[in-house]
């Protein structure tokens, strides 16, 4: 009964690869997100989708798109893996846009050879 | 940028009680200080949040000065599954769809 499961749990892949990292939330939230943590274990917030509406979009480069089929889900999707983009990806949700605290999964360990 | 500071890390003995600060001078009025932990290869983890009255839940106190420009978290009796990385963290409610800024956080290490 996980309340925010991502998959894979670890991603290796090579240089120039596409791959995609998936999202799932059974708390009936609306709004979900995608952070970035690296290797200095620092946590960024990358994108933020509100009933399936995007409405945060840090600065991240193009490679990156986020898809979001429904409410419950968000999936990552990264165009031409680069060595820098080797970091833990955290998908959250929240009930709202507002300040209701967010709920993590435990990440996935992405590593670019 | 984060609008915190916090120290990088603190010990704690078993079942005493850890006192983690967190300043923010910069705190405006409508924004909120929250706290959350991120235990070793877990998601971070919400604890606790509040405006300016001391908060108490089943897992912390947040006792903010009344100036609003420092907190502290108390876990009152820690255990050696506290030990983690805690975040203080100052938002806006009902801004820009929850963007949550982590700054580095205070590493707290709960010793036997």
């Known amino acids: 009964d996980t309340a925010v499961s991502q998959t894979p749990k670890y991603l290796v892949t090579q240089m120039g690869n596409d791959k995609s990292i998936k999202c799932e939330q059974n708390?009936?939230?609306?709004?979900m997100y995608w952070y970035k943590q690296d290797s200095k274990k620092f946590l960024k917030i990358m994108f933020s989708?509100?009933?399936?509406?995007?409405?945060i979009n840090e600065t991240v480069p193009n490679r990156f798109s986020p898809k979001s089929p429904d409410k419950a889900h968000l999936n990552l999707h990264i165009n031409s893996l680069e060595l820098g983009d080797s970091a833990v990806y955290f998908c959250?949700?929240?009930?709202?846009?507002?300040?209701?605290?967010?709920?993590f999964g435990n990440g996935t360990r992405l590593t670019v050879t | 940028d984060a609008k915190t500071t916090q120290p990088t890390s603190m010990d704690c003995a078993e079942g005493r009680a850890a006192n983690l600060p967190c300043n923010h001078s910069?705190?405006?009025?409508?924004?909120?200080v929250y706290w959350y932990r991120q235990i070793h290869s877990q998601g971070p983890q919400y604890i606790i949040h509040?405006?300016?009255n001391n908060e108490t839940n089943e897992m912390a106190s947040l006792i903010i000065t009344e100036d609003r420009k420092s907190s502290t978290l108390i876990l009152p009796h820690a255990t050696l599954r506290d030990t983690a990385v805690y975040y203080c963290?100052?938002?806006?409610?009902?801004?820009?769809?929850?963007?949550?800024?982590f700054g580095q956080g205070t590493e707290l290490s709960v010793k036997p």
């Open positions: 959250a949700s929240s009930p709202d846009r507002g300040g209701s605290p967010l709920h």
């Open positions: 963290i100052v938002r806006v409610l009902y801004n820009q769809g929850g963007k949550l800024i």
């Open positions: 509040g405006l300016k």
């Open positions: 989708y509100n009933n399936k509406e995007l409405i």
């Open positions: 910069t705190i405006s009025g409508n924004e909120y």
């Open positions: 708390l009936g939230h609306d709004t």
